[in-house]
């Protein structure tokens, strides 16, 4: 039971790690597409001002920012989530582990 229990811990830990990793490619993501709105926000103040840009070419970098955007939300939900329920895991993993030597203790006592 504790080995299962040792197994189950390093798993979770395993996929914590997994999941830390995944958060922080996607901030690293999410550091790039903040620079490329920046960018076009930059290119619609210009065009506000009546300076010439290529507006298709404005609204083409907005729509690809904002479907990177998405993208980067959706993985960074669904890593949260993963995490969530590993960090769940490993509180059941300890709970089982002071169940056992609770039992362990109490079978010292009786002997």
């Not at 790690?17 to 920046?38: H, N």
């Amino acid at each position: 039971l504790v080995q299962q229990a040792e197994r189950s811990l390093q798993l979770m830990t395993q996929r914590a790690l997994e999941a830390e990793s995944d958060v922080e490619r996607l901030k690293q993501e999410m550091i790039v597409l903040q620079g490329e709105l920046e960018t076009s926000k930059a290119e619609n103040e210009h065009l506000r001002a009546g300076q010439t840009t290529d507006l298709g070419a404005v609204k083409h970098n907005i729509d690809v920012a904002l479907q990177s955007l998405h993208k980067i939300i959706s993985g960074a939900n669904l890593s949260i989530r993963q995490l969530a329920s590993g960090a769940e895991s490993l509180n059941f993993v300890a709970e089982l582990l002071k169940s056992t030597g609770k039992i362990s203790d109490a079978e010292d006592e009786n002997d």
